[in-house]
Nanobody
Framework: QLQASGGGLVQAGGSLRLSCTAS????????IGWFRQAPGKEREVVSC????????YSADSVNGRFTISLDFAKDTVYLQVNSLNAEDTAVYYC???????????????WGQGTQVTVSS
């Protein structure tokens, strides 16, 4: 029900824009977030946005480099990722939950991932 796209291979310092679209649900009713999982590591939350008031959460590791936004007209959530480094290499997933708080720990919906690979 969630579709993530926009990943790819990028050089260190580069940028990408990831997109998350939905079918069967509308983002109006949910908080939407991005998670990532690097090889050999646990999945971690990256950034979230609440559709109700636009409030956001970002992990310290990406704060100032990644920006999450929601386009209601396109029913799409974007993650603009800048100043990428090797530690950002991971599969990035989008997810939806009732609130940011619940989304961070127990999303209601998951999308398939999109691979981001940063070359040094």
């Amino acid at each position: 029900q969630l579709q993530a796209s926009g990943g790819g291979l990028v050089q260190a310092g580069g940028s990408l824009r990831l997109s998350c679209t939905a079918s069967g649900i509308t983002f109006d009713d949910y908080a939407i977030g991005w998670f990532r999982q690097a090889p050999g590591k646990e999945r971690e939350v990256v950034s979230c946005i609440a559709s109700t008031d636009g409030s956001t959460y970002s992990a310290d590791s990406v704060n100032g480099r990644f920006t999450i936004s929601l386009d209601f007209a396109k029913d799409t959530v974007y993650l603009q990722v800048n100043s990428l480094n090797a530690e950002d290499t991971a599969v990035y997933y989008c997810a939806a939950g009732v609130t940011i708080a619940t989304l961070r720990y127990r999303p209601n919906y998951w999308g398939q991932g999109t691979q981001v690979t940063v070359s040094s």
